[in-house]
């Protein structure tokens, strides 16, 4: 048997040379509704990109065309209708060989199908979250079993990686509620005796190293659960060729990016909280220069979302207001962090850094040169403009799959950096007190804020009557 190639690194598929080069084989121009232009896929329909997705003896699809295609598809079609489909291919294909070849058959084309239900379950495994997912998968994995010994073990064992990743990702979740659930609590505690639980970011953790490196812990665990698909779920719209409802009507089926973004926010509000407690000045510009600290190993570390959290922690206006406490503060550090994240010229600096994170990252011979935790946020926001920039569909009604290569090599960026092992040690009590601690609200911030620092105008002062 003849092994398939296996699944090389995001980054290695999706790099220029090959990008553009070879990406399939066997398969001739424009043939049966596919659109080429210097054999580059640009168009097609969407029963040919189907078609084009299933092995047959003497064709596999190319590994870039696998990770695109299943990445947009679902912009048309849920997973488990394309699924059926594939699996219905698949079968008919069985039936056209002439009956004496079955065998035959079987061992040239088995090993294709099973590896392509490999990439599908290994990049895109919260697809099989859903009942006929799963269904479809067994029913044809067991297809593939039944005709020899040899492909049965290979069968479990992607049931089997499957089933665990899947049974991760839900203690993953419980775990998140948990901690939600704790912040919560420990917040009504707050909120009636203030003083009494609440310990300090430095008596936690007073090495403002340590602290970045147990945010950037956080940043990966929480990165590396976030499935490819979860970016485009997230603006999928109708399909105008679709009359039925809207696509993901029933299909959210992971909220890893949601979490992700919440945890950004609550971050910025543990800076701000962190900062605005202290009843002296003196306290105050100390936290704020420990945070200046800690924003800037996290730039080094190439860990740019907590850095914009906790730059945009200090910018929040009950924190920026406190003008006393801020003469106190050396901040030409500050300044050159707030410089390197200026969003002017659609963030220019920081797309710069990034890039050059990225190659650092490509090059690196450890873990820890291979950090790349990009601003999530306007990651999110990039991948949403070219979604809302080009069409779907083609005048044509073809798929317009220039559009979804782009979006590929987008998300596919990511999922390298989402892979990247964490190089620091776990320290359970600084993890436990940013996860957990209670932050306060916008309101309790300007409250702590005017309390500091009297209001200055007519503005802040019916601002602080009112909360009082």
């Not at 060729?241 to 029933?250: E, H, P």
């Not at 971050?267 to 701000?272: E, G, K, N, R, T």
């Not at 009843?279 to 914009?308: P, Q, T």
């Not at 920081?350 to 040169?369: F, I, K, V």
Request: glycine share 2%.
């Amino acid at each position: 048997q003849e092994r398939m190639p296996q699944t090389p690194l995001f980054a290695a598929m999706f790099d220029s040379s090959s990008y553009n080069r070879n990406l399939y084989q066997s398969k001739e121009d424009n043939c049966g509704g596919l659109s080429y232009h210097d054999n580059n896929l640009l168009s097609g329909s969407l029963e040919a990109l189907i078609q084009h997705l299933v092995p047959n003896v003497d064709y596999y699809p190319d590994r870039t065309y696998i990770f695109t295609f299943l990445l947009s598809s679902r912009l048309f079609m849920h997973p488990y209708e394309l699924m059926a489909k594939v699996c219905h291919l698949c079968i008919e294909q069985q039936r056209l060989t002439e009956p004496g070849l079955d065998k035959n058959w079987n061992q040239k084309i088995a090993p294709k199908i099973l590896q392509l239900l490999t990439e599908w379950t290994e990049t895109f495994p919260y697809d099989f979250r859903d009942e006929r997912m799963m269904r479809n998968l067994k029913e044809l994995a067991q297809r593939i079993a039944s005709g020899d010994e040899m492909y049965r073990k290979n069968v479990q064992q992607l049931l089997q990686n499957l089933i665990r990743k899947l049974a991760t990702v839900s203690q993953y979740e419980e775990v998140l509620a948990k901690i939600d659930a704790t912040s919560t609590d420990r917040l009504t505690v707050l909120k009636t005796k203030p003083q009494s639980i609440q310990r300090d970011i430095i008596t936690v953790c007073s090495d403002p190293y340590a602290l970045a490196q147990q945010l950037t812990q956080i940043e990966l665990e929480r990165l590396n659960y976030i499935g490819p698909e979860e970016f485009v779920q997230a603006f999928v719209q109708k399909d105008p060729l679709d009359n039925d409802k809207s696509c993901y009507g029933d299909q959210k089926k992971t909220r890893n990016l949601e979490a992700y973004v919440e945890w950004f926010n609550r971050l910025s509000y543990l800076v701000a909280t962190e900062i605005c407690m202290p009843v002296k000045k003196k306290h105050r510009a100390r936290v704020i220069e420990y945070f200046i600290d800690v924003a800037r190993e996290c730039f080094n570390i190439g860990n740019f979302n907590s850095l914009m959290a906790i730059i945009s922690g200090m910018n929040m206006s009950p924190v920026s207001r406190l003008k006393k406490t801020w003469a106190k503060v050396k901040t030409a550090k500050f300044d050159i962090l707030e410089h390197q994240m200026d969003p002017s010229s659609n963030f220019y600096n920081y797309r710069t850094a990034l890039r050059g994170a990225a190659q650092r990252s490509l090059t690196a011979h450890s873990n820890r040169e291979k950090i790349v935790i990009p601003f999530f946020s306007l990651l999110i926001k990039d991948i949403y403009f070219l979604n809302e920039g080009c069409a779907n569909r083609l005048p044509n009604g073809h798929v317009n799959f220039e559009k979804f290569w782009e979006l590929a090599k987008q998300v596919s960026e990511f999922m390298t950096w989402k892979q990247v092992e964490c190089p620091f040690e776990r320290d359970r009590k600084i993890l436990q007190y940013l996860l957990t601690v209670p932050v306060f609200s916008d309101d309790a911030l300007y409250l702590a804020s005017y309390e500091s620092e009297s209001p200055e105008n007519h503005i802040e002062k019916d601002r602080w009557k009112m909360l009082r």
